[in-house]
Each structure stands twice: as structure tokens, then as C-alpha cells.
């Protein structure tokens, strides 16, 4: 059974930093796809970076590119989201996200099976 923590979270101003991490458990395969999505109050579940560990692939929303990272530790099991210059409209709860079945590392579509609990990031103006 895969299970997906999240942390990291928190309040911050705008154009202040977060790194949220996501553990994952539960599971030996080398292959997987992981991504971050993010949902405000009132809308839908929105894809915002993913990456392949297969090679190290990634892939961002234009929304977040140039101010959010994503990278994984192989050895810990563990993904992270590097999250600078934050503005008010990246106010969300954060979600981490896996599969095993690579097409889904093809886009930023929220088919994956596996998903966290989340962490709320809130960025005041």
C-alpha cells in the first residue's frame, strides 16, 4: 500500500519561500511518477510539476515555471517542492501524487492512483 505524507506547509508573505516535502512508503519499484497539484477554495484540482524517476524528467505548470521546483531524493523516498517568489493566487492546499504507469508522467492531468493528505500553503498580500 503507498502512502504519501506531506509537509511543509505553512503561511508566508508574498514573495516569501516553502519547500514542502512528500514521503512515500510502501512500495520497492524504482519506476514512478510524482507531481505536486494544488487546490483553492472554490476551484479545481490543478497540476502544478511532476517529475519521472526513470530519468529525472520534469514538467511544470506555466503558472509556478521559473519560481517552483521540484526534486526527489531517491535514497529517502522522498519528493519535494521548492516554492519561491509566492504570490497571493499560489494559496492553496498542497497535493503530492504518484503512480507507476509512466504515461501518466505525460502530463499534468490528476489521473494518478496514489495521493497524500495535503498541506495548506497560504501567501498573503
Do not use: H
Amino acid at each position: 500500500q503507498v502512502q504519501l505524507v506531506e509537509s511543509g506547509g505553512g503561511s508566508v508573505q508574498t514573495g516569501g519561500s516553502l519547500r514542502l516535502s512528500c514521503a512515500a512508503s510502501g512500495y520497492t519499484r524504482s519506476r514512478i511518477c510524482t507531481g505536486w497539484f494544488r487546490q483553492a477554495p472554490g476551484k479545481g484540482r490543478e497540476g502544478v510539476a511532476l517529475i519521472y524517476t526513470a530519468d529525472d524528467s520534469t514538467y511544470y505548470a506555466d503558472s509556478v515555471k521559473g519560481r517552483f521546483t521540484i526534486s526527489q531524493d531517491n535514497a529517502k523516498n522522498t519528493l519535494y517542492l521548492q516554492m519561491n517568489s509566492l504570490k497571493p493566487e499560489d494559496t492553496a492546499m498542497y497535493y503530492c501524487a504518484a503512480d507507476f504507469q509512466s504515461w501518466v508522467c505525460q502530463s499534468l492531468r490528476d489521473e494518478y492512483n496514489y495521493w497524500g493528505q495535503g498541506t495548506q500553503v497560504t501567501v498573503s498580500s
